[in-house]
Every structure is written in C-alpha cells, then in structure tokens.
C-alpha cells in the first residue's frame, strides 16, 4: 500500500517520507491482525487511507498542540486516532484506553512495531478509569471517534480531560443534534463548547466538535461502568 501525498495535501496535511513508511508497516499490521480479531470492517488501502489515517490527523488542521502535550484517546479500537496522530506528533505522550482485550493486545504490538515512545496503553473502561486518580483530570487533549453518541461520551471523556484541556470529539453528519442532546452534559460534567470544526473535502464528512473543559469535573461522575450508556445525562 502506498500513503497517497496527494489525498494528504488535498486535506491541507503534510506527512514526511519516514512517517509515511510508518503508516504503511501500520496498515500491514492492521490488515494482517484483522483476519484473526475484530479491529476494522474497513479493509481496502485507499479507505485505510482516507477513513482510518487521514481523517485521523484532522485535528492539526484546526488545534495547534504545543509541545510534549498529554493526550488520551478513549475506546481507540484499532488505534484511531491516536496512534495516527502519534505517527504525525511522536512528542505527544499518549494513553490508548481499550477495554477489549484483544484490541489492547495489537495495540502494544503496534507501539512496539512502529517504535513509538510515551505510549501506553490502558486495557479497562474509561467509568472506572475517570475515577482513578493517576489519570482524573490529567490529559491537556482526548479524544474519542466512533465510541457513543455525545451524551455518553461526555461522560465518559471530560473527567479524564484537566480543566483548561480540550476534549474532541468526532462526529458525523448528526453533530447538531448530538449538540443539543449533550449540551445538558457538557455542562454537568464542567465542559463548555468551544468550537465546531468541518471537514467535507468527501462524502464522508466529518464534524470535530471541541469542548473545552473550564470547571471541575464534580466527583460523581463518570457513573459506574455501564450507566452513561443505559442513562445518558
């Protein structure tokens, strides 16, 4: 599989030579793994390119992510979109948080195989992980791509984010309702809507919706493992 400049450049992104073979041994692995596990129904190299890598780095269009930032990416299945965004920003330290086991497992093959530093990751679900300690309010960036409608995400993402930090979600063409229904959210949990940013070069459309968390996150929340999903706030 060739990394195409071209799709890159069209999405106003930029990808050296060494970063490029980096996603090319990323799509090998991917692709070979998911004949045995569930990691991707998206099997096909250009779609690889566009749907996984590509709409992955979307948020160095619109964020500027200082130096050595603390990032986490919640329910990151096959690695989207942190490890993409690692590739592209390797000083980033990175937290992968997967609560399925054998996703967890490719995911440490992978940060072994691409040689990524300051990455780790987290086998466990993001409602007891919001609770601990070492990892509540302790990321300037999260993220989350194709886990839960907002709503639930919210909840599941902004304790994890540091107050002055962002959580980004990324979301479809339902992102304005998804607003509204998680505007009652955003609030509880101590987030604010910064901004919402498009992407449409195609079909496909992509929203990032970015929250800006401006308050603490009151100690009830995340709920126990399960209830933000069966009882959304």
């Not at 609560?99 to 995911?107: C, H, V």
């Amino acid at each position: 599989m060739k990394f195409s400049k071209k799709r890159l450049e069209e999405r106003k992104l930029s990808v050296d030579e060494e970063k490029l073979c980096l996603f090319e041994a990323y799509a090998t692995e991917l692709k070979d793994w998911n004949t045995r596990i569930n990691l991707t129904a998206i099997t096909d190299d250009l779609d690889i390119i566009d749907k996984h890598f590509i709409d992955s780095l979307l948020p160095l269009k619109f964020e500027t992510f200082v130096q050595g930032i603390t990032v986490a990416d919640v329910g990151t299945g096959g690695g989207f979109p942190g490890i993409p965004l690692k590739i592209c920003r390797p000083d980033i330290r990175l937290t992968l948080i997967e609560s399925i086991g054998k996703k967890a497992n490719f995911l440490k093959h992978i940060i072994d195989k691409l040689n990524l530093e300051n990455a780790e990751v987290i086998n466990d679900r993001a409602e007891i992980i919001g609770n601990n300690a070492d990892h509540r309010e302790k990321y300037d960036i999260v993220f989350a791509r194709c886990v839960a409608r907002l709503p639930t995400l919210c909840e599941y993402c902004i304790p994890l984010t540091k107050v002055g930090g962002k959580f980004i979600a990324y979301k479809g063409q339902e992102v304005e309702t998804e607003v509204k229904e998680a505007n009652s959210a955003i609030e509880k949990l101590g987030g604010k809507i910064d901004s919402i940013e498009y992407d449409d070069t195609y079909i496909d459309r992509w929203a990032l919706i970015f929250i800006k968390k401006v308050k603490n996150t009151p100690k009830q929340y995340p709920r126990q493992s399960g209830k933000p999903s069966k009882n959304p706030l």
